[in-house]
């Protein structure tokens, strides 16, 4: 026998990626081009002038909270009803393992976010990947009926990554309403961007988790920081998990500048705001180009153009040290997802764009 067969072999998920050249417009993995709050900028430097600090010699607090009362309190929830990890990808990875633990399969569209079904071959947990219409929706009545009965959960980002396309609360409902004997985690790691959450909806229904991230509208991608929302029944079956798992995630800065962040809320809404508009300015542009697109609902569009393949603009974009997203992928071939950066970034992508069309 060889040890080859004991060990666990995984197609790990492909991040987008991180050059080094500081000159490079990077609009390929929807982070904020804006700082992040000047409470944080704060907030690190009182770490660091802080005699004390860095005291590594013990743990952080782990239950996070600062953090966590920073969020309770923005969103009128109670604390043992929030829970907190590194990024929303360490948050999520910790519900599948959670909440995703049945023989049945755990549905979410066949084009969505491409983590779900590599933490779904780590943890082996069935799934099914429903197809998106031809206009790249989620079809909410692929999650009704018989389709709500014989899942082990459902998960999606709403809006959707990487289409950009908003589902309206109402439609979520009725998916949430169906699933009651299962888990429904709604991915909003964009909904900042305009979209309206469905956290209220946790008052009404016990099957459903909310996700967001700090990574997009609050500009923290480099400081990991995620978090989920539901009733503190299933919070206490996401912590025991967690903490059978690793006690101490979040580290001691990304907690005390993650519950500075929230607290600047005024700063939040200024910078999602000009996104949104500087969104809205570029999508004006795309079409003047002759690109095709959905709404977008986030800080990115996700469009195709008719005359020349998504694989040609990604590639003349590089080459004028615009970096955006591109999958070699059936369906999606044709697309490219853009990440909205300052308005100067856009205008030197739609300059770059009439050179090469
Ligand atoms: C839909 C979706 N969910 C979750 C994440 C993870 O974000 P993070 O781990 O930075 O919070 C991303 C990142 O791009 C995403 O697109």
Redesign the pocket.
């Known amino acids: 026998m060889s040890y080859e067969e004991n060990i666990r072999k995984v197609v790990p998920y492909v991040a987008g990626e991180q050059p080094k050249d500081k000159t490079i417009i990077k609009l390929n993995?929807?982070e904020n081009p804006y700082p992040p709050s000047p409470a944080v900028q704060r907030a690190m430097k009182e770490l660091s002038e802080n005699k004390e600090f860095p005291d590594t010699r013990l743990y952080p607090d782990m239950d996070a909270a600062p953090l966590v009362d920073a969020l309770a309190k923005k969103y009128g929830r109670n604390t043992d009803e929030i829970y907190v990890g590194v990024?929303?990808?360490?948050?999520?990875s910790m519900c599948f393992l959670t909440f995703f633990n049945s023989d049945k399969p755990v549905l979410f569209p066949d084009i969505?976010?491409s983590?779900y079904d590599v933490w779904a071959d780590l943890y082996r947990i069935p799934y099914k990947k429903v197809p998106l219409d031809d206009d790249l929706s989620i079809r909410k009545e692929d999650y009704l009926g018989e389709n709500a009965k014989a899942n082990g959960g459902v998960i999606f980002?709403n809006p959707n990554?990487?289409t950009g396309i908003l589902m309206p609360v109402s439609d979520i409902e009725e998916i949430i309403a169906a699933n009651s004997g299962s888990i429904v985690i709604i991915?909003e790691?964009?909904i900042d961007f305009g979209g309206e959450s469905v956290m209220p909806l946790i008052d009404k229904y016990d099957n459903l988790i909310v996700?967001q991230?700090?990574?997009?509208s609050r500009a923290m991608?480099g400081m990991?920081?995620?978090f989920a929302v539901s009733n503190a029944k299933l919070i206490k079956y996401l912590r025991d998990v967690k903490f059978s798992f690793n006690s101490y995630t979040m580290n001691l800065p990304s907690i005390v500048c993650g519950a500075e962040a929230v607290k600047d809320d005024e700063y939040f809404r200024e910078i999602t705001g000009r996104i949104i508009k500087t969104r809205d300015n570029f999508e004006k542009e795309l079409r003047r180009l002759g690109f095709s697109f959905r709404d977008s609902g986030s800080n990115f569009v996700f469009c195709t153009h008719p005359r020349m393949s998504g694989k040609e603009i990604f590639t003349k974009l590089r080459d004028r040290n615009i970096y955006v997203r591109w999958w070699d992928r059936d369906r999606i071939r044709g697309y490219l997802r853009i990440t909205i950066g300052t308005d100067e970034q856009m205008e030197n992508v739609v300059k770059a764009l009439e050179e090469i069309l």
């Open positions: 993995t929807n990024g929303s990808d360490d948050v999520l969505t976010y983590f980002p990554a990487p991915d790691a964009y996700v991230t700090f990574s997009k991608a990991r920081i995620g």
